[in-house]
């Protein structure tokens, strides 16, 4: 006797209720939070004074720190910094389109700066290859934020005047 279901098997009355789509496939892991990253620490030499002095990342540092480590290094020269994604866009500076950076932001903390301010974690922005506005804390970045939302907003505003003068540009043939 087999025990297969022939292909040609239609059931009738109660049994047509279907019970098997609504039993999942696989059985739901119960979601195990991943505790946060530890920002590393890590100790090096002052140049200047032959002190040990100690240092803790901030959290999601990706510079490399392991020269800093290994040789005698001068405090100021100590940072930390998060990237994120970059983004290009082609700009025309002399007469032909060429990929420029712009935007990109890092996150940054130099715990050994005469600036008292970068000691503390704050942004950078790169408007454009090389051309940087540094050392915002959240009032200058939001104030950053805040101009450029105005100029999306004129951009906005531009495009939608665009499509209206390409239709009437269309309309007059």
């Known amino acids: 006797m087999s025990n297969t279901v022939p292909a040609s098997f239609k059931p009738s009355g109660a049994l047509v209720t279907p019970y098997l789509p609504a ?22 030499i002052d140049r200047n004074t032959g002190e040990r002095l100690s240092v803790t990342c901030l959290r999601g540092c990706e510079l490399d720190h392991s020269h800093d480590i290994a040789t005698p290094t001068d405090p100021d020269d100590i ?15 002399n007469g032909a389109p060429e ?3 712009v935007l990109s932001i ?7 700066s005469h ?15 090389d051309h940087w506005i540094e050392g915002l804390d ?11 939302a105005e100029r999306l ?3 906005r505003e531009a495009h939608a005047e665009l499509i209206r003068a ?5 309309g007059r043939k």
Request: aromatic letters at 10%; one cysteine or more.
């Open 23 to 44: 039993i999942p496939a696989q059985p739901t892991a119960p979601r195990i939070e991943q505790p946060a990253e530890q920002p590393k620490t890590w100790s090096f």
């Open 79 to 93: 940072w930390c910094q998060t990237f994120r994604t970059n983004v290009t866009l082609p700009i025309n500076e």
């Open 99 to 101: 990929e420029f950076r």
């Open 106 to 112: 890092t996150t940054n903390v130099l715990p050994f």
């Open 115 to 129: 600036t008292l301010a970068y000691r503390m974690p704050h942004v950078s922005i790169e408007m454009i290859d």
């Open 138 to 148: 959240p009032d200058g970045l939001e104030t950053v934020i805040n101009t450029l």
């Open 153 to 155: 907003d004129t951009m």
């Open 166 to 170: 390409r239709a009437e540009y269309r």
